[in-house]
């Protein structure tokens, strides 16, 4: 079964066991519909089925109580978890929408057609969605996910078309 990942559990809120989740999904308020969870570890070594308890928004966060989780304790031991559904119980999505973890492994070409590297993960900065982008020679480049870059993406054909501002590429490129 695929999962995929709605958020990520930051710190503990309060003394009751309730995690401050930074939601991956385009609202908070989506954790308020989900009865059972998976949960993830970092390294996906582990997994932990919870049901949910509660939950409630705060300062753009999902506040989650957990079942079995029941004090701060327990929530920090769950840091850096994900936290994650079936495949099949997501929500539809529109045609100008994706999931993150469907832009990873997408090859960019710009216009004239060349190939300009691979997503190789997709973050969220301060100022939106970036892709970390890396180039043929091993180089990375962050690229922001903006429809005026990103002017094209086919998922079936695991291909991006791109409008890479001049020397983007370079800018911010280190070496392995």
């Known amino acids: ?28 308020e989506r954790f308020a519909e989900l009865e059972e969870v998976t949960l993830v570890s970092p390294d996906d070594s582990q997994t932990r089925e919870v049901r949910v308890e509660s939950t409630r928004v705060h ?12 004090s701060p304790e327990d929530v920090q031991a769950l840091s850096g978890w994900t936290v994650e559904i079936p495949e099949e119980d997501a929500r539809e999505l529109e045609d ?27 973050s ?4 939106g969605l970036l892709l970390l982008v890396r180039r ?14 990103c002017t094209e993406i086919n998922l079936d054909a695991k291909r991006m078309v791109v ?13 392995d």
């Open 1 to 28: 079964m695929t999962r995929i990942a709605l958020g990520i559990i930051r710190k503990s809120h309060g003394v009751r066991g309730e995690a401050s989740v930074e939601p991956w999904t385009d609202s908070a």
């Open 124 to 127: 969220e900065g301060g100022g």
């Open 163 to 175: 409008a890479l501002p001049e020397g983007l590429d370079d800018l911010d490129a280190v070496t």
């Open 136 to 149: 043929a020679d091993g180089r990375e480049f962050e690229l922001p996910f903006a429809a005026d870059l």
């Open 96 to 122: 100008d929408e994706y999931f993150l973890h469907d832009l990873v492994g997408l090859t960019l070409f710009d216009a004239e057609g060349r190939e300009r590297g691979v997503v190789k993960e997709v």
């Open 59 to 70: 300062q753009g966060r999902a506040l989650v109580k957990f079942s079995g989780v029941d």
